[in-house]
């Protein structure tokens, strides 16, 4: 007499419903939940119709597969976190310290202001104009002639009358004369790095006067 299984078990009907709804709430099949189905599978497979050995390397290897994909992403999702505490790591040595980035604002501190300007050719007068968050002008900083390239100022704190100006922001405003014509070269200013984050993948600085600068955009770490 030739034996057949004409239906599903009852038993293996409810388990596989159970599975399904557990499948259905979490999306991931997980390696055990994969196991407990594959064994199952066989357990109650139509004896006169096998699972056939390729069908069964199949699914082997499907799982394997997701699965590998899945912890090759939770290893990339580690190296980028790893990755991102060593850069944080490493640039926080630069809080504390001046940043030189481009800008116009820049903050008076322990009565000390400093900037560059980029001159893209030789300036026979170069001038520095301070003035308040109002627009008053504080002072007016003469630098003489100076060569191509980037060129250092510091302000004291002094106003043109004498008198010493309370910390704060400032505005810097810079005009080259060459041959008796005016430009206006870009200026750069030096802040305080007060806190370094990650934006993405991005490192930024927390610049005092320029708020977050991206770290690629800094010119120039100093004391």
Same mark, same amino acid.
């Given at each position: 007499?030739?034996?057949?299984?004409?239906?599903?078990?009852?038993?293996?009907?409810?388990?596989?419903?159970?599975?399904?709804?557990?499948?259905?709430?979490?999306?991931?099949?997980?390696?055990?939940?994969?196991?407990?189905?594959?064994?199952?599978?066989?357990?109650?497979q139509d004896p006169m119709e096998p699972m056939e050995n390729g069908e069964f390397m199949g699914q082997m290897a499907q799982f394997s597969t997701v699965q590998g994909i899945t912890e090759m992403g939770e290893s990339i999702d580690g190296l980028v976190g790893m990755y991102q505490g060593q850069q944080i790591s490493a640039n926080a040595s630069m809080i504390g310290k001046k940043a030189l980035v481009d800008g116009n604002w820049a903050q008076l501190e322990g009565g000390k202001?400093?900037?560059?300007?980029?001159?893209?050719?030789?300036?026979?007068?170069?001038?520095?104009?301070?003035?308040?968050?109002?627009g008053e002008l504080m002072a007016s900083l003469g630098l003489g002639s100076k060569m191509a390239g980037?060129?250092?100022?510091?302000?004291?704190?002094?106003?043109h009358d004498g008198t010493t100006v309370p910390e704060g922001n400032y505005y810097l405003s810079a005009s080259a004369i060459r041959d008796g014509?005016?430009?206006?070269?870009?200026?750069?200013?030096?802040?305080?790095?007060?806190? +370094?984050?990650?934006? /993405? %993948?991005?490192?930024?600085? =927390? +610049?005092?006067?320029? /708020? %977050?600068?991206?770290?690629? =955009? +800094?010119?120039?770490?100093s004391q």
């Open positions: 007499m030739t034996a057949s299984i004409s239906s599903i078990p009852e038993n293996l009907r409810s388990f596989e419903s159970t599975q399904q709804k557990d499948i259905k709430r979490t999306s991931v099949l997980g390696q055990e939940d994969f196991l407990k189905l594959l064994t199952t599978q066989l357990q109650h202001l400093a900037g560059a300007i980029d001159l893209t050719t030789a300036a026979n007068d170069l001038r520095i104009d301070v003035k308040s968050e109002t980037t060129q250092e100022f510091s302000w004291d704190g002094i106003k014509q005016a430009t206006v070269p870009a200026m750069q200013v030096y802040g305080t790095v007060n806190s +370094v984050q990650m934006k /993405g %993948n991005e490192v930024t600085l =927390n +610049v005092s006067g320029q /708020g %977050n600068v991206s770290f690629n =955009n +800094v010119k120039r770490i």
